[in-house]
């Protein structure tokens, strides 16, 4: 702020974050972009902006369940959500990707690592879904906020499999990889036929985002890899401890958590995942989301967060193990 960075930019953002965008995509993600692909938005934001930019007449954006909250920007940008399920195992299940895309589809988003369920997607099934939407020519939002929070696998971009940006809309955050979440950094890297809508969107709406952030966003991108590596240990050591935590309690069932920092264990008991989690902060003191918000198929399961230090989530742990023992 002290050089001068507080006054009006490019919507699209600086030279200087758009290069570090343009640089970290084809350096860790494989993507084959150039600058004009590259704008930086707040990655919620990106969400929304990105569906109004697809069409201007109203169409089916599919999105996953259990999934993040997709739901809400697609209805205020107009279109339709339609879930399209995971596979038990929460992988992406093509036949029912197949099953729920009509006409009126123009999107599908997918988010991998994938909060709430921890899944990270692998090459061979987004390869046959970046076929069969190519074919298709419906747009593909990989919404890719927990890229470095991998912990056995290894994170594919499905944005590297086109020769250029065309199709698939990549949208990345600062928030998770750098711990920045109050900085409202991310960024999008998609074809020009989304680029240019969402940059008179932000023209329009926000004007630019501050430059000062623009400025340490770019610092990070081109300097903090090494940081990335001393969390991704530090939250691996966390995944490990609540995945034992979670073992031990026989009335939970859950899949293994590849990536992110969440569990989404099922629960066996009927009392649904609203009342289950008030009644869990009620008696234990101890504050989940219900598996519901996530979507149908999210029914009786909970999402805990495990971004806290491991003392505060063995202490959690304890009170979720007496609290599922005692119902
Ligand atoms: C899957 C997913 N996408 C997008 C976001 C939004 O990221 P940001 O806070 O950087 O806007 C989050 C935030 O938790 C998220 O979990």
Redesign the pocket.
């Known amino acids: 702020m002290l050089s001068g960075d507080v006054h009006y930019v490019s919507s699209y953002g600086t030279m200087e974050i758009r290069e570090a965008i343009c640089n970290k995509v084809q350096r860790k993600n494989s993507i084959k972009a150039k600058t004009e692909h590259c704008i930086f938005v707040?990655?919620?934001?990106?969400?929304y902006a990105s569906l109004l930019s697809i069409s201007e007449t109203p169409f089916d954006a599919l999105i996953p369940n259990p999934?993040?909250?997709y739901s809400d920007p697609v209805i205020l940008a107009g279109a339709n959500p339609i879930y399209y399920n995971l596979a038990d195992d929460f992988s992406l299940d093509l036949d029912e990707i197949r099953r729920k895309t009509t006409e009126k589809t123009k999107v599908i988003i997918i988010?991998s690592p994938?909060?709430?369920v921890g899944k990270v997607f692998e090459k061979n099934e987004l390869q046959s879904l970046y076929d069969y939407c190519r074919e298709k020519q419906i747009y593909i939002i990989s919404?890719e906020?927990?890229e470095d929070l991998v912990y056995e696998k290894k994170h594919f971009s499905i944005g590297s499999l086109e020769p250029s940006p065309d199709f698939v809309i990549s949208?990345f955050?600062?928030?998770?990889s750098y711990a920045?979440?109050g900085w409202?950094?991310?960024y999008v890297v998609a074809g020009p036929k989304i680029i240019s809508p969402v940059n008179k969107f932000l023209e329009h709406t926000v004007s630019c985002f501050p430059p000062f952030i623009e400025k340490a966003s770019a610092y990070a991108l081109n300097n903090c890899d090494s940081n990335i590596l001393e969390f991704k240990k530090a939250y691996k050591e966390r995944r490990d401890f609540i995945s034992e935590k979670l073992e031990e309690i026989p009335s939970l069932t859950s899949n293994p958590i590849e990536g992110?920092f969440y569990a989404f264990p099922k629960y066996s008991s009927d009392v649904n995942s609203i009342n289950l989690s008030k009644s869990l902060l009620q008696k234990e003191n101890v504050a989940v989301l219900p598996g519901i918000s996530f979507g149908p198929s999210g029914e009786h399961h909970v999402r805990l967060s495990f971004s806290g230090s491991l003392e505060d989530i063995d202490e959690g742990m304890k009170r979720i193990k007496n609290f599922f023992t005692g119902i």
């Open positions: 707040t990655t919620k934001f990106s969400v999934g993040y909250f988010n994938s909060n709430p919404d906020a927990y949208i955050s600062l928030s998770k920045m979440t409202r950094a991310g992110a």
